[in-house]
């Protein structure tokens, strides 16, 4: 059951969608037909999903006009019954999108990297898809799918399928998923791009003016996929491919099958920020190939994910990158149930949630990523690697292309690999009880023992340019911002600013850790920087805390109102529900107006 979904797959399920679309940059909206191919179970009708689409009409199978009708509007937007005659198991939907649709970012010009041509992207986790495709969207419900798209011929389409690495003429493209995927995995971006490869199966998407860099930046893609395929069995996608999307992309990374989609924020200008790419490559095996079956069980992509990645960064970059990551994971989950035990929902700090009757969107905190990556480890440490990975290699495969719910997994690993090891693991304590375990392993790294040694001597007094920070990672500069004694004053925070250059800096790990803490401190000479960086950048990771230690005062919550103001067009619908709710957003627009 999917409370997130009014399917009713145990009737009527889509099998393959033919879709068939013009995207119009200038009234943005995407128009067109969905036409379904369907496995009939029982029942007289088939129920899709939709949010704010306008539905035009329903054609079935034999040329006919079909009945059908939309149930009430609800936080999950509209069911849409089409009646079904016996015997037929194919439907048309022509529909065209809504000027809020939740799912599509209209990027003005101004807005991109070249500042001449428009371009639209879509994000679809969790419950976003429906707001661009009628469609059954559940991750529990697994289709394939060709599509044919056109754009304005100076654009070029690509989507989460085969994809084209050369403009056409016409602005037509046609795309093709041979594989089953999940509702959410379907993807457009449009845009001015171009495309270098990095590898005989890998490259990167962007901008033209983007590319080569991007290119640059990325360059180990096709070495992950192979250190990803010895540790846990073929890459079963074809090409690896990434786009670099404009700033406005709220997260990270998106696995969208194929093609990833990422945010520029990736590109540090010393390869040190391509985790990322390992993350979501990693989630071809865990997401892509063995998906959540509802949204309660999002921990089985992302607390896999998370171990992938780490295996993967480890035999490609060694332990002590592996210990720094892992160690600020582990700090991420500690501030984020601090933060839930304060909050509506401290039972969120389970990993099994129960989302029902709230949006899906709450449950995508760092506990499925971080915890889930933390049980696993500690069943790694209780059997071995060998064995867990050849148990994880048995996984993927067993599950090949199937959504499961947790408890499936439960029955899956006491089965094969904890019952037959004799292997004594609270699985239950772990999976459904709030907080962290006693048994967790909690990560050490010596790299930033040394760090915690400069920042003693800095509270002691020692000058910034006494200590010895030279060549610190990325991740070593994090953990020394992160952990700046509290109190800093205006001239120390001149003092770090002037010896190491912060504010200036392209890194944007860096930079945000650096504005935090000159919010933390009133440190105002940065805040021409913050506002930049706040109106710029959409990812929802930099500004979730940015904004929270703004709220923190009366000055800092005017400024932050005034700041949001100017920057809310340029985010995503992803990052403004969150940053709407934060700021209380609506009341306090009312209260203005009024």
């Known amino acids: 059951m999917d409370h997130h979904s009014f399917a009713r797959p145990e009737e009527a399920v889509a099998t393959h969608l033919d879709l068939n679309i013009h995207v119009d940059m200038d009234k943005h909206r995407i128009s067109g037909t969905a036409t379904y191919d369907l496995e009939r179970n029982g029942g007289d009708s088939v129920v899709f999903d939709t949010d704010g689409l306008t539905i035009e009409k329903v054609t079935l199978g034999d040329g006919t006009e079909a009945v059908f009708s939309l149930g009430d509007s609800t936080f999950l937007g509209r069911a849409l019954r089409i009646a079904l005659p016996k015997g037929m198991d194919k439907v048309a939907i022509t529909y065209h999108t809504g000027p809020g649709a939740k799912a599509l970012q209209w990027l003005s010009p101004a807005q991109t990297a070249e500042k001449k041509f428009p371009f639209l992207f879509t994000q679809g986790e969790a419950i976003l898809t429906r707001t661009w495709i009628p469609i059954q969207d559940s991750p529990g419900i697994r289709i394939t799918y060709d599509a044919h798209v056109t754009v ?3 654009l070029m389409a690509v989507m989460s399928a085969t994809n084209p690495q050369e403009h056409s003429p016409d602005g037509s493209y046609s795309f093709r998923m041979d594989k089953r995927i999940p509702s959410y995995l379907i993807a457009l971006a449009v845009g001015d791009l171009g495309f270098k490869a990095t590898g005989t199966r890998t490259g990167v998407y962007a901008e033209r003016s983007v590319v080569d860099t991007a290119a640059w930046e990325l360059a180990d893609m096709e070495k992950m996929v192979e250190a990803a395929e010895e540790l846990y069995g073929p890459y079963r996608w074809g090409r690896y491919d990434v786009i670099i999307l404009p700033p406005s992309f709220p997260f990270g990374g998106m696995e969208n099958p194929c093609l990833t989609f990422a945010t520029p924020t990736i590109l540090a200008g010393d390869r040190s920020l391509t985790a990322l790419v390992a ?11 063995v998906t959540n079956a509802t949204w309660n069980d999002f921990w089985l992509n992302e607390g896999f994910t998370v171990y992938f990645e780490h295996r993967i960064t480890e035999q490609l970059y060694g332990k002590d990158y592996n210990d720094m990551t892992s160690l600020l994971g582990y700090q991420d989950l500690l501030a984020t149930i601090a933060q839930l035990n304060t909050g509506k929902h401290p039972e969120d700090s389970a990993l099994r949630l129960d989302l029902a009757g709230r949006n899906p969107d709450d449950g995508m905190t760092d506990v499925p990523y971080e915890k889930g990556y933390a049980m696993l480890r500690v069943i ?18 067993h599950f090949a292309f ?18 037959p090891d004799n292997v004594g693991m609270d699985l239950d304590q772990w999976i459904d009880q709030p907080g962290i375990p006693p048994d967790v392993i909690i990560p050490v790294s010596d790299k930033f023992n040394k ?25 070593e500069w994090m953990h020394f911002l992160r952990h700046l004694p509290v109190g800093q004053t205006e001239k120390q925070m001149d003092e770090l600013d002037a010896t190491f250059h912060f504010t200036a800096s392209g890194n944007s790990e860096i930079l945000a850790a650096w ?10 000479k940065a805040y021409g920087k913050l506002d930049e960086f706040l109106t710029t950048v959409g990812r929802r990771k930099f500004l979730v805390p940015l904004y929270q230690e703004l709220i923190a005062t009366e000055k800092g919550k005017a400024l ?35």
């Open 152 to 154: 304005p011929p100076e």
């Open 279 to 289: 993350h979501e490559l990693a989630h071809s095996w865990s997401g892509n190939l």
């Open 380 to 397: 790694e440490s209780k059997v071995g690697r060998p064995k867990f990975d050849a148990f994880l290699r048995g996984y993927f495969e």
């Open 402 to 419: 199937q959504s499961i719910t947790t408890d499936t997994f439960k029955t899956y690993i006491r089965k094969e690999l904890l019952v």
């Open 451 to 475: 760090v915690d040694e400069q920042l003693a001597l800095w509270s002691k007094g020692t000058p910034a340019k006494d200590l010895s920070s030279s060549g610190w990672s990325t991740f």
């Open 515 to 524: 504005l935090e803490q000159c919010v933390k401190n009133n440190y105002t």
């Open 560 to 594: 932050a109102m005034k700041i949001y103001g100017n920057a809310r067009p340029n985010y995503h619908s992803v990052s403004t529900r969150t940053i709407d709710d934060l700021l209380k957003w609506k009341s306090e627009t009312v209260k203005s107006e009024k």
